[in-house]
């Protein structure tokens, strides 16, 4: 007998013959005399359609309310799986976030998961009971609700299966594993039989949504085995493994691509020590991440163009940060872009071969493509480029390094 967390994404669950289905596979895993527990997304499109009503009512958004909202859409999926499997014959219970309790920090919108209290689920599940759990949502602090970034479901499956010591954290999707890019944008992409968690969590981190980051770096620091499979085809999928499991390491392992970045210029910023940390600290401080950084060094000694990333949907409140401090700062025009996407090319191999960067930026100037911005670090580099040839570019890395499949 095995302890098994199950988790369906949003396409998994979008109807309810989806639900009957996800039920079946539920069955399964009981049937074969395993514990279960089960992660639940919203159904697909939900989680949007809620982010969109808090824009449209308020665009700079008070973070708790706007966890108020969009966390409901798995209220209502974690209810009607409980439904089908009673009628099943099988018991089961729905529980929300703060009913576990999934215990977070009080980051709204991106919150960490700090404890969960697994006592009284281990009691039911040892009776044959399968509860049916909210995921990306938790509770702070201060009683109110959270929820864990977009995708977090992913996260609450990871940090429940490591809290309950599951042998296995199944995380069932619309693709059967994890591909070597994302499989909807290039035809050629392979399935990975194995991934490294370093390797995973650079491309979660870079835009493969296929998991998310702090799922992959929770399963790491846990060492929780992870898979990756179809909600809908009965194939194996992805095991998330370590480095030492996988026989044969590739040079580069995957293309990653991110369309959740914004450009911010400072034009003409004042060239003397401390004006970094002036412009970064506080956007720290309001809890909004930068990316990729580059600044040149000043022509004529006094000033110079600094350029960033943040997340699209920070860029508003970055660019009200730095226009109320533009003065402090010293600088002349505050840009910004959205059309913009971060590329990128990861693989542990990296670490001993040179020559890979290289062959990523002949790759995008045969085709044409202007690099806007560069970062590296030891398994993988990264270029922003424009949005328009996304595609493209992925497609062309992916030939370029020996990536394609049949
Ligand atoms: P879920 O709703 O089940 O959580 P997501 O949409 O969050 O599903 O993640 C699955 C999607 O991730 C796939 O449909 C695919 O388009 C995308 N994806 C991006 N990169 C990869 C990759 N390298 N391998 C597999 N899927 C990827
Ligand atoms: N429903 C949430 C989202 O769409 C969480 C998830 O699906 O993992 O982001
Ligand atoms: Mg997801």
């Not at 960490?112 to 006592?119: G, L, V």
């Not at 509770?139 to 010591?165: C, H, K």
């Not at 499979?229 to 998330?240: A, K, Y």
């Amino acid at each position: 007998m095995a302890r098994i967390v199950q988790k369906f994404g949003g396409t998994s669950v979008a109807d309810t013959d989806r639900i009957k289905s996800v039920a079946e596979k539920v069955r399964r895993e009981v049937e074969a005399g395993h514990e279960v527990a089960v992660l639940l997304s919203a159904m697909a499109g939900v989680t949007n359609q809620l982010v969109a009503y808090v824009d449209e009512v308020s665009t700079l958004y008070d973070a708790r309310e706007y966890d108020t909202v969009v966390s409901t859409g798995e209220q209502v999926t974690v209810g009607l799986l409980a439904l089908v499997l009673q009628g099943m014959g099988i018991q089961s219970r729905s529980w929300l976030g703060w009913q576990v309790p999934i215990r977070t920090d009080n980051v709204h919108g991106k919150a960490r998961i700090e404890a969960i209290e697994t006592e009284e689920l281990r009691r039911r599940m040892a009776t044959g009971e399968v509860p049916v759990i909210a995921g990306f949502q938790g509770l702070a602090p201060d009683n109110r609700i959270t929820t864990l970034g977009r995708g977090g479901t992913d996260t609450s499956a990871v940090a429940l299966a490591a809290a309950l010591d599951a042998d296995r954290c199944d995380i069932y999707t619309d693709v059967d594993g994890v591909y070597t890019t994302d499989p909807r944008i290039v035809s050629q992409a392979r399935k990975l039989d194995r991934v490294t968690y370093e390797e995973m969590l650079e491309m979660a981190s870079l835009g493969a949504k296929v998991l998310q980051t702090r799922a992959v770096e929770m399963a790491m620091k846990h060492g929780q085995r992870v898979q990756v499979l179809s909600s809908f085809e009965d194939v194996p999928g992805t095991l998330v493994v370590d480095e030492d499991e996988i026989v044969e390491q590739e040079l580069v392992s995957g293309i990653a691509y991110s369309r959740d970045e914004a450009k911010i210029t400072l034009v003409r910023v004042r060239d003397k020590p401390g004006v970094a940390a002036a412009i970064f600290g506080p956007l720290a401080d309001a809890n909004i991440n930068v990316d990729m950084i580059v600044q040149n060094v000043s022509g004529d000694g006094e000033a110079t163009d600094l350029t960033f990333t943040v997340a699209n949907n920070d860029v508003e409140r970055a660019v009200e940060n730095l226009a109320a401090r533009k003065d402090e700062i010293g600088c002349a025009e505050i840009l910004h872009d959205p059309r913009v996407v971060k590329v990128s090319v990861i693989g542990v191999g990296m670490r001993s071969h040179a020559g890979v960067a290289q062959t990523m930026f002949k790759t995008l100037a045969e085709k044409g493509i202007n690099i806007q911005v560069i970062s590296t670090s030891e398994i993988k580099v990264s270029v922003l480029i424009d949005e328009e040839y996304t595609e493209l570019a992925v497609r062309a890395l992916h030939t370029a390094y020996g990536l394609d499949g049949d």
